[in-house]
């Protein structure tokens, strides 16, 4: 059980308005008790706090807003006293532009860390070298005045991308992920891993490219020599787990990145969930059909001898409860338990964002003044300012879409400012916080925060939760989730109906009911005639079932000596 934290939202220990790694370890006991094992940690390095420490000054200095390396070293101490450990982030497509060696790199053409970076000249007449946009909006090259060329950065104009062709560049990233192992950390979360190789020649995008470049700028001929290099050199001497972000990586290439046979990353994240709703900027209608078919591809993508990660939520995405369930004040809580019931029965590693396991949901922004994230205020900047987009029609996106939205402060009590601080809060705290909070829902076992702690017991008491099969049973539903998961002669029957109005739902000939393991409070649930179930709005429920529909309609009953268990209430 993988829980992420965004140190400069999750609690503020010193008083200065910005989390910092003392908070965290403040903290720890409420992780151990929802039943975290991992902390994936976000960028805590020394950074100009551009993109919020993903553009790093200084790969061996704690970022001075989050502590001391006294601070971190005292944090990952406090984690093995409690049977966890910490994953930290590896952000190395790019640096900050005040990283020294970009800095040097700026300074001469003729400088020994020019190729640390990827320069080119302009076109002929002027322009960028080539066509390439930045996944932030705009150009993905800059011209710099020192040496009269452009320098390629996919992300912010103060993110320089490195160059990985250069072997002293992998040689040095090796070096810094050797240090932080040394100190204990267990591997990395690795930040666009897949964008590291750039294409050969670096040639215009053709125009249906342009519409997805990401795609592109993740099929680089040289990223799985790369990843087995770091796999070689550091991941396997040290034993650590390497989770790749899989931004752009097509879902049928994911046993390339994963299969274990290959020597490259542990598991992906994929984002085709997460991004399902979105057109650039922009969101779009999705359907539950569609959701549901994308669970199976994923189930099925790292083949035989991979893994995969699940999640619904991440700093770079809006809250899940918003984004794929009902935040009204009716709704939210036990559609909440409806996404982390989803989250937590893949067969894969399950990751929950800090505020997830309470349902936290997206800011009421209403102002581009309001935001904080660059890429924000690049689209602005680049769209709005330049008149090819109107204000009104960018800001009900971003109301939306925006990054900013998991990046409020985590609510921990009703307290001023959320008992996140007790200064003014780097970014606003949202305005449920006084029925939002976890030391609310800590108090209260019908809570969001409880079904979780309780689903993450249950999966870990389960071998099936983790390894078993698993199988849409009713894919083209348009309002109930239905899967099943089996291993040997176990079998669970996850059912989750999306959406306020009721359903009678009749199960799929020779699935029977036989035990209820666990619900999300819909207690009203009812069991007639063994395959008709009374499905109440938001429900979610694991069940031991007597039956496994299969692809070739053949059905697997359970072994009558299976163990039973009590509901996990």
Request: net charge negative; proline share 7%.
């Amino acid at each position: 059980m993988v829980y992420q934290i965004y140190p400069r939202s999750f609690f503020d220990a010193n008083g200065d308005g910005i989390g910092d790694l003392p908070g965290i370890t403040a903290k720890l006991d409420y992780l151990k008790a929802l039943g975290v094992d991992v902390v994936w940690l976000g960028p805590h390095y020394d950074s100009p706090g551009v993109d919020n420490g993903y553009d790093v000054r200084d790969y061996r200095r704690v970022w001075a807003v989050f502590g001391t390396m006294s601070d971190f070293d005292r944090l990952l101490a406090a984690m093995h006293e409690r049977g966890m450990r910490l994953v930290v982030d590896l952000v190395v497509n790019h640096t900050s532009d005040q990283h020294r060696w970009f800095a040097q790199s700026r300074s001469s053409r003729d400088s020994p860390y020019r190729d640390y970076y990827i320069w080119r000249d302009g076109r002929a007449g002027g322009g960028p070298p080539n066509n390439y946009p930045s996944l932030f909006g705009g150009s993905a090259w800059e011209l710099d005045a020192t040496t009269g060329q452009h320098y390629l950065h996919y992300f912010a104009p103060q993110q320089p991308d490195l160059n990985w062709d250069n072997p002293k560049v992998r040689a040095e990233v090796v070096d810094v992920m050797r240090f932080w192992l040394d100190k204990g950390v267990a591997g990395f979360r690795m930040d666009v891993i897949a964008l590291v190789s750039k294409q050969t020649g670096l040639p215009d995008l053709t125009p249906e490219q342009l519409r997805q470049p990401e795609a592109v700028y993740a099929s680089g001929p040289r990223i799985h020599e790369h990843l087995r290099y770091l796999r070689r050199e550091v991941l396997a001497p040290y034993d650590a787990v390497a989770i790749g972000e899989a931004v752009g990586v097509r879902m049928e290439d994911t046993p390339l990145f994963v299969d274990a046979r290959r020597g490259e990353l542990s598991m992906l994240l994929p984002f085709d969930i997460v991004r399902m709703d979105r057109d650039g900027w922009r969101q779009r209608p999705w359907t539950l059909p569609r959701l549901k078919a994308l669970y199976t591809r994923i189930d099925g993508a790292p083949g035989e001898h991979g893994w995969n990660a699940s999640f619904l939520g991440n700093h770079d995405s809006p809250r899940a409860v918003s984004n794929f369930a009902d935040d009204s004040p009716r709704w939210r809580a036990r559609s909440a338990k409806a996404l982390a019931t989803l989250v937590l029965t893949q067969r894969a590693t399950p990751f929950l964002y800090q505020g997830d396991e309470l349902g936290m949901t997206n800011y009421p922004f209403e102002r581009i003044e309001q935001y904080d994230d660059v890429e924000a205020k690049t689209l602005w900047r680049t769209l709005v300012e330049t008149g090819r987009v109107p204000a009104g029609e960018l800001l009900a996106h971003l109301r939306r879409t925006s990054r900013d939205h998991a990046r409020t402060p985590m609510q921990w009590n009703a307290s001023p400012h959320a008992g996140f601080t007790s200064a003014t809060p780097w970014l606003a705290v949202h305005p449920n916080f006084l029925e939002v909070n976890a030391e609310a829902q800590v108090a209260d076992d019908d809570s969001v925060f409880h079904h979780c702690r309780r689903l993450i017991a249950l999966r870990k008491r389960m071998p099936v939760l983790v390894h078993g099969a698993y199988r849409d049973i009713d894919p083209a539903h348009p309002r109930v989730f239905a899967y099943t998961r089996t291993l040997r002669d176990e079998a669970v029957l996850v059912l989750i109906l999306f959406g306020s109005d009721p359903l009678d739902y009749v199960l799929p000939e020779g699935l029977r009911v036989q035990e209820m393991l666990l619900d999300n409070g819909a207690r009203d649930v009812t069991v007639a005639a063994e395959r008709r179930i009374a499905l109440s709005p938001w429900q979610a429920t694991l069940y031991r079932c007597g039956g496994v529909a299969h692809a070739d309609g053949a059905l697997t009953p359970p072994s009558p000596t299976a163990p039973t268990g009590a509901p996990l209430r």
